[in-house]
């Protein structure tokens, strides 16, 4: 019998905890939404494999009136290592964000609202949550560990910025 979608993820964020690699698993944490532009937010954090190493990316979009359009993402790239990926991969699971409902996940249905995303891939497989407003307070660890892996690579990573997928100058 073929496995589940979100079986075949815990049993990858699992593995991830043991070896402390992310093996073929990408996590990604957004959060985003509010005002239109230029006052619209976008910030998300990913933890990928990208040329044979564990990588965390942090990507913030911007808005700068010297690019047409003015869209631009600021990145921070920085290694993962194996202690980070576990510490995650052992809050991923702690904190039941993909086996637990919260009243959070409701769309209100209001526009322009701010939300929270937190994505898994496996084996072209992927969960996803979203919650809206705000996250539930049983994922405030989650969300700390989250803001502390950007904070690493705003400030330890090395540094780029985008327009339209490509590397400009500033």
Same mark, same amino acid.
């Given at each position: 019998?073929?496995?589940?979608?979100?079986?075949?993820?815990?049993?990858?964020?699992?593995?991830?905890?043991?070896?402390?690699?992310?093996?073929?698993?990408?996590?990604?944490?957004?959060?985003?939404?509010?005002?239109?532009?230029?006052?619209?937010?976008?910030?998300?954090?990913?933890?990928?494999?990208?040329?044979?190493?564990?990588?965390?990316?942090?990507?913030?979009?911007?808005?700068?009136?010297?690019?047409?359009?003015?869209?631009?993402?600021?990145?921070?790239?920085?290694?993962?290592?194996?202690?980070?990926?576990?510490?995650?991969?052992?809050?991923?699971?702690?904190?039941?964000?993909?086996?637990?409902?919260? $009243? #959070? &996940?409701?769309? +209100?249905?209001? !526009?322009?609202?701010? %939300?929270?995303?937190? =994505?898994?891939?496996?084996? *072209?497989?992927?969960?996803?949550?979203?919650?809206?407003?705000?996250? $539930? #307070? &049983?994922?405030? +660890?989650?969300? !700390?560990?989250?803001? %502390?892996?950007?904070? =690493?690579?705003?400030?330890? *990573?090395?540094?780029?910025?985008?327009?339209?997928?490509?590397?400009?100058?500033?």
């Amino acid at each position: 019998m073929a496995k589940s979608t979100d079986d075949l993820i815990l049993e990858q964020i699992a593995g991830s905890e043991r070896t402390g690699t992310l093996d073929g698993l990408e996590i990604e944490f957004w959060k985003g939404g509010g005002l239109p532009p230029p006052d619209y937010k976008s910030d998300q954090l990913r933890l990928m494999t990208t040329g044979g190493r564990d990588v965390i990316e942090f990507a913030s979009l911007k808005w700068d009136s010297r690019f047409d359009p003015p869209q631009v993402h600021e990145k921070g790239v920085v290694a993962a290592d194996s202690v980070e990926i576990r510490k995650l991969a052992h809050l991923l699971q702690s904190t039941h964000v993909f086996t637990k409902q919260y $009243p #959070e &996940e409701q769309n +209100p249905g209001i !526009a322009d609202i701010f %939300s929270y995303e937190v =994505l898994v891939t496996a084996k *072209g497989r992927e969960e996803k949550r979203t919650y809206y407003q705000n996250l $539930p #307070e &049983e994922l405030r +660890p989650l969300q !700390a560990n989250f803001e %502390s892996l950007i904070e =690493l690579a705003k400030t330890q *990573g090395s540094r780029g910025l985008y327009h339209q997928g490509k590397e400009v100058k500033p």
